[in-house]
Each structure stands twice: as structure tokens, then as C-alpha cells.
Nanobody, 126 residues
Framework: QVQLVESGGGLVQPGGSLRVSCAASGRFFSGYAMGWFRQAPGKEREFVAG????????NYADTVKGRFTISRDNAKNTVYLQMNALKPEDTAVYFC???????????????????WGKGTLVTVSS
């Protein structure tokens, strides 16, 4: 069993930066690939970024490629999402999730993810 808790959300102006974190409890964090997803009001949850067990492989949605960076620190049981050049359309609740397929980076299929956090709200507005 893995419990995931996101933090770091908040209000940021367009063009600004924010880093959200996801702390995992439980054993063998490095045995999971991790992903970030987001859900805007009235929209379906969508994939943002994924990372494999050791950070050697990453995937990004086209909408965030070049602006967002996913990383992980297995010693701290934490995965991060650095978000730069934020746009109003990035406003959403951001969720982290864990996949039991550690050697591949999640690339969008929510069904691959076994555990989910409760999310942290990111609002991009002036």
C-alpha cells in the first residue's frame, strides 16, 4: 500500500513558476513509476508527465513539453513537478499517481496507475 500526499499548489501569475511535490509513504517507493495528472473544472482528468523508477525515462503531454519538468528523489520518497511559463489554461487540481510498472514512464493511461493522491490546486491568474 502506498499513500500519496501532494503539496505546493497555490495562486501564481501567468508566466510564473511553481513546484508541486508528492510525498509517498509506505515501502519500496523506488519500485513504482510515478505520474502527474490534472483535472480542470468540468473537464476529464488528463496526463501531464510520467517518470520511471530511477528517473531515467520521462514522458510529457504535448501541452506542457518544454515548460514542465518531472523529477524524483527516491531517498526522500518524493516526486516533483516543476512548472514554468505557466498559463491560465494550466489551472487545475494536480494529482500524483503511482504505477506498479516501474521500468516504464507513464505516458497517459490512467488505468496503469494503482495509487492516487487527493490533489493540490494550482491557479494561474492575474
Amino acid at each position: 500500500q502506498v499513500q500519496l500526499v501532494e503539496s505546493g499548489g497555490g495562486l501564481v501569475q501567468p508566466g510564473g513558476s511553481l513546484r508541486v511535490s508528492c510525498a509517498a509513504s509506505g515501502r519500496f517507493f523506488s519500485g513504482y513509476a510515478m505520474g502527474w495528472f490534472r483535472q480542470a473544472p468540468g473537464k476529464e482528468r488528463e496526463f501531464v508527465a510520467g517518470i520511471n523508477w530511477n528517473g531515467g525515462l520521462t514522458n510529457y503531454a504535448d501541452t506542457v513539453k518544454g515548460r514542465f519538468t518531472i523529477s524524483r528523489d527516491n531517498a526522500k520518497n518524493t516526486v516533483y513537478l516543476q512548472m514554468n511559463a505557466l498559463k491560465p489554461e494550466d489551472t487545475a487540481v494536480y494529482f500524483c499517481a503511482a504505477s506498479g510498472r516501474p521500468f516504464t514512464a507513464p505516458d497517459g493511461d490512467k488505468n496503469d496507475m494503482t495509487y492516487w493522491g487527493k490533489g493540490t490546486l494550482v491557479t494561474v491568474s492575474s
